[in-house]
């Protein structure tokens, strides 16, 4: 009688700080990609104490508890967006499936131990993340750009938790004056746009060749590219260009314009050009600047 007194006070003096150490929450992996799969480790050291229960909670909520001693050891809590794999789950650990991006948040485990009924308690964040469903879409205002022209390309992420980075490269090198802005998409999540002005110099053609690349990434879970090839007018004839947007027979015509202009007059005599074409020797013409890009290959 007196012996058990003693070993009760004993384990209510000692028991609780001696029979339970270390409880630790580990987590498989710490950020999840929305629709994956954690593993939610409760690891301890009971110094050969009995197990009375292991409890996780998500937030307040307990949602899987573990107790040996019960007819029925295990049983699960229901909680909105969370699904136990029941398969994988014991007193050690929970396996969470198709993870909602709403249980983004603290999760516990709590350890007693028997008798003494000792208890510790450990929590870790875990994040839900959903990446961009599309590769990031680069867009120029012009398809190519003469040196001293201003370029300015438009990059957008496809909507993201958290936003995607995105990123202006020219040539490899990252455009630091670029405008970066978040728009809610109507899933909730974000997305990203950046703009990006350049002044373009003939010593951006390397091997004659510039090019604009936007790199969209999230952590180092996602990381996907976009680019934009521009050339020297001189290596890029781009014939099938011309056809595409009838440019070969505006070209045409504006040779056939010039022959008039240029030779016609001196054939029916001085007088047609002032009486005919008399704005066209102004010198801002739009006619006459046309003419002379289109003859310097523009
Ligand atoms: C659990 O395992 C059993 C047998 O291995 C299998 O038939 C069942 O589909 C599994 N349940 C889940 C939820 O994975
Ligand atoms: C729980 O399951 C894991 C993986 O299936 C296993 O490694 C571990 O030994 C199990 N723990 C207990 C207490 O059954
Ligand atoms: C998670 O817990 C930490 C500290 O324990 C707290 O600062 C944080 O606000 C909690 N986060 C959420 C989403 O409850
Ligand atoms: C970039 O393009 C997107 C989509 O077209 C547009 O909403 C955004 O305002 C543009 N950003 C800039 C800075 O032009
Ligand atoms: C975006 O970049 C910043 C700065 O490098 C970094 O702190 C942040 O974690 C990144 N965000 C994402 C979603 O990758």
């Known amino acids: 009688m007196l012996g058990f007194t003693f070993s009760s006070l004993m384990l209510m003096l000692f028991g609780g700080v001696t029979s339970l150490r270390d409880v630790k929450l580990l987590v498989h992996p710490t950020t999840v990609v929305r629709g994956g799969t954690a593993a939610l480790i409760c690891s301890r050291d009971m110094q050969g104490a009995p197990l009375y229960s292991v409890k996780?909670?998500?937030?307040?909520?307990?949602?899987y508890r573990y107790t040996p001693m019960d007819d029925k050891p295990t049983q699960v809590f229901g909680l909105p967006g969370i699904t136990v794999?029941?398969?994988n789950s014991n007193g050690?650990?929970?396996?969470?499936?198709?993870?909602?991006?709403?249980?983004?948040?603290?999760?516990?485990?709590?350890?007693?131990?028997?008798?003494?009924?000792?208890?510790?308690?450990?929590?870790?964040?875990?994040?839900?993340i959903a990446l961009p469903s599309l590769d990031p879409v680069l867009k120029a205002d012009k398809e190519r750009y003469q040196p001293g022209e201003l370029l300015k390309a438009n990059c957008t992420s496809s909507p993201a938790k958290p936003a995607a980075n995105l990123t202006i490269k020219i040539n490899?090198?990252?455009?630091?004056?670029?405008?970066?802005?978040?728009?809610?998409?109507?899933?909730?999540?974000?997305?990203t746009s950046v703009h990006a002005e350049m002044k373009v110099t003939p010593q951006l053609f390397?091997?004659?060749?510039?090019?604009?690349?936007c790199v969209a990434s999230v952590h180092d879970l996602y990381k996907r590219e976009a680019y934009l090839d521009f050339f020297t007018p001189d290596t890029d004839p781009r014939p099938e260009r011309i056809t595409l947007n009838g440019g070969a027979s505006r070209c045409f015509l504006s040779w056939v314009f010039l022959f008039f202009v240029m030779f016609?007059?001196?054939?029916?005599?001085?007088?047609?050009?002032?009486?005919?074409?008399?704005e066209y020797y102004e010198s801002d013409h739009p006619i006459r600047s046309t003419v002379e890009r289109t003859l310097l290959g523009g």
């Open 206 to 213: 390397v091997s004659e060749r510039l090019r604009v690349t």
């Open 85 to 87: 794999d029941m398969n």
């Open 56 to 63: 996780w909670y998500r937030g307040n909520h307990e949602f």
């Open 264 to 278: 016609l007059p001196f054939a029916m005599g001085q007088d047609f050009i002032y009486e005919d074409y008399p």
């Open 92 to 128: 050690s650990q929970v396996v969470l499936k198709k993870m909602d991006l709403s249980l983004a948040g603290n999760f516990s485990c709590e350890v007693t131990a028997d008798s003494s009924f000792a208890t510790q308690i450990a929590t870790k964040f875990v994040d839900v």
């Open 172 to 191: 490899d090198e990252p455009l630091r004056s670029s405008e970066t802005s978040l728009h809610a998409s109507e899933t909730g999540l974000l997305w």
